[in-house]
């Protein structure tokens, strides 16, 4: 497939909503749909309509994870995706993505990522109409339920649905008509065609789809998680591939040079040279970490904990085996067990090594860590004392 280095259109998918209606743990758009979040859904649809520049808004500390996704749909796209800081609103979240549009984009599409079913045909209607027109154009339902208007609990009037609609996304709009209807807007607005039609601009409808419902409620999450099929298609040879088991691998390395104590394996060795690094270079935490992302599909450490994220500055491996085990919770998976090995001379690993497991298995929900230790015979940098290395390999499934 050939990449244009300069799209004319571009979708930005806003997830940076926190979703406390849906009762979960995460912000909406990395709640687990499947064995994948909400947005790798929605990103599905994405990549899957007519080329374009595609910039996610994720919330404040999130942006790893959606960059990851990102590049697990895009393919051989990944080139055209960017992930932005969302705001306090969603004006706000909109507008940081406006601001990362490159100059050659002329057709902007608004996506909520919460429409995590939406067909890539309905996003080639919305740009065809936006090309045909020049308004600004929005996908939408015909209201068949019979529509009241009340008053508190009494009942006023029967309202014509027949000049109703329920409008979807994604919305599309000449960037140059979007661009100018945010530079005026004076108050909040509930979607972008509002936005646009109050700075006095045309609105058009196409037509939706059943399948681009918005995911709100405890039971639209069900709804979507009975309909949602596989991000990866199930072969025929392997019926059951999806609930398979998988395996992850990670490695970390970090150098004796630090400040204050080492930390090795969840535990503080009092006594002992630190270890250098952002957090506290306890590379069997950090190697733990990455065979759990690795085996999830999720990115790696410097993803998600990475020297961007200020709040792991000095940050011990339960801080990064809960967040990690967290992260694979929303993604759909549970976590079997994790095997470490430790090369290094010091510190003298035996007597602590039960212990060592103990805290390490008890970040991780109670999953089994088993931790063996070598001192690599005073072969390389770690026999030489220089620094310590650790291996893990992790096992996960579905849940």
Not at 3 to 31: H, N, W
Not at 157 to 178: E, K
Request: proline share 6%.
């Amino acid at each position: 497939m050939t990449i244009s280095p300069a799209p004319r259109v571009a979708v930005i998918v806003v997830a940076a909503g926190s979703g406390t209606r849906l009762g979960q743990d995460a912000p909406k758009a990395f709640v687990g749909l499947g064995a994948h979040t909400i947005l790798r859904h929605c990103l599905r649809g994405v990549f899957a309509a007519p080329e374009a520049q595609v910039v996610i808004v994720a919330p404040a500390g999130r942006e790893g994870e959606a960059l990851t996704d990102a590049r697990e749909a895009a393919g051989s796209r990944a080139a055209l995706v960017s992930v932005v800081t969302g705001g306090d609103t969603r004006q706000a979240s909109v507008s940081a993505g406006l601001a990362a549009l490159w100059p050659s984009v002329e057709v902007v599409l608004v996506h909520d990522a919460a429409r995590a079913l939406t067909p890539p045909a309905v996003f080639e209607r919305v740009i065809a109409a936006v090309d045909r027109t020049g308004w600004g154009v929005i996908p939408g339902l015909p209201v068949v339920d019979t529509i009241k208007r009340v008053e508190g609990q009494q009942v006023v009037a029967a309202v014509d649905r027949s000049q109703l609609a329920a409008a979807q996304t994604p919305q599309g709009f000449r960037r140059d008509v979007l661009e100018a209807s945010y530079a005026v807007a004076a108050e909040e607005f509930t979607d972008d065609a509002a936005l646009v039609a109050a700075a006095g601009h045309q609105v058009a409808l196409v037509e939706g789809d059943a399948l681009s419902f918005k995911i709100t409620t405890p039971d639209d999450l069900a709804r979507a998680r009975s309909l949602a099929v596989p991000v990866a298609p199930v072969s025929a040879a392997a019926p059951d591939r999806g609930l398979m088991p998988r395996v992850g691998v990670g490695t970390d390395v970090h150098a004796f040079g630090g400040e204050g104590a080492l930390w090795l394996a969840g535990l503080e060795w009092p006594g002992e040279a630190a270890l250098s690094g952002h957090s506290d270079g306890d590379a069997v935490a950090h190697a733990i970490v990455d065979a759990l992302l690795s085996a999830a599909g999720l990115g790696d450490i410097g993803t998600h904990f990475g020297t961007s994220r200020p709040e792991f500055a000095g940050a011990h491996a339960d801080a990064f085996l809960a967040r990690t085990r967290a992260l694979l919770g929303e993604a759909g998976f549970d976590i079997v067990n994790v095997a470490v090995q430790v090369q290094s001379n010091r510190p003298k690993f035996a007597p602590r090594r039960a212990e060592a497991e103990g805290v390490l298995s008890a970040a991780l929900g109670g999953a089994p860590v088993s931790v063996a230790a070598t001192t690599t015979d005073g072969l390389g940098f770690t026999g030489a004392g220089e620094g310590v290395q650790a291996f893990a390999v992790a096992l996960i499934r579905p849940i």
